[in-house]
């Protein structure tokens, strides 16, 4: 079935380090793909989305690149922020599913 | 933009008790809801889809009868969490849908 996989965390970066968090998924159609944030105390928000094949997705410095061919969308960001401090999650969704797959969640520390 | 409310942030309660999570659609009408449960170093997991004015629909190994769901209002969706018992400790979200999907901030239930 559908799933996705997930770099595991906690990681712990300083400031304007450079950010990877792995995601590959399995899919049986053509998915979307989605990297989603969440703030302490707040609810997830959508950071950014390929919807296929070598889109790329890019918001806030964060980019993530559809790769059919190795089944991933990792996350990177060349410079990381305090405020960047959150915890990331790689999703999917597929229309015949109609729903999302989620990954297990990243938790990102960033320190001064 | 869309904005979901999600109430309690968290809850504590005695095993035996029932629990009530609301989740409200602040300034859009959802006539469908998602529910997501995420266990400690898992996934977040789709529980159930709830649909204004009928029954929801539950995902496979999800029990109805434990975690009734009500979704009486295009603006609002309850998740009862009945007879709770410690397993059932977990973190909740609920998610709307519109032109998009939006979360709720989630809410830590643990019971003791």
């Known amino acids: 079935g559908d799933s996705v996989t997930q770099m595991e965390g906690p990681v712990t970066l300083s400031e304007e380090a450079f950010l990877t968090i792995n995601c590959t998924y399995t899919?049986?159609?053509?998915?979307?793909l989605f990297w989603y944030v969440q703030y302490p105390g707040e609810g997830l928000q959508l950071l950014l989305k390929?919807?296929?094949?070598?889109d790329k997705g890019s918001n806030k410095g964060f980019e993530a690149t559809y790769r059919k061919e190795t089944t991933s969308f990792h996350l990177e960001k060349g410079s990381v922020q305090v405020s960047d401090s959150a915890v990331y999650f790689c999703a999917l969704f597929t229309n015949t599913g109609n729903q999302f797959y989620f990954g297990t969640g990243t938790s990102l520390t960033v320190i001064p | 933009g869309a904005v979901v409310s999600q109430h309690p942030s968290w809850v504590i309660c005695k095993s035996g008790t029932s629990v009530k999570i609301e989740c409200r659609s602040l300034?859009?009408?959802?006539?469908?809801m998602f529910w997501y449960r995420q266990f400690p170093k898992q996934s977040l997991m789709l529980m159930a889809t709830?649909?204004?004015?009928?029954?929801?629909?539950?995902e496979q190994g999800v029990e109805k009868d434990k975690f009734l769901i009500n979704h009486a209002s295009l603006t609002l969706s309850t998740l009862t969490v009945t007879s709770a018992h410690p397993e059932d400790s977990s973190f909740y979200i609920c998610?709307?849908?519109?032109?998009?999907?939006?979360f709720g901030s989630g809410t830590r239930l643990t019971v003791v």
């Open positions: 998610s709307a849908s519109l032109y998009g999907y939006t």
């Open positions: 899919a049986t159609g053509y998915p979307s």
């Open positions: 390929a919807t296929k094949a070598d």
């Open positions: 709830s649909n204004e004015g009928s029954k929801a629909t539950y």
């Open positions: 300034d859009f009408q959802a006539t469908t």
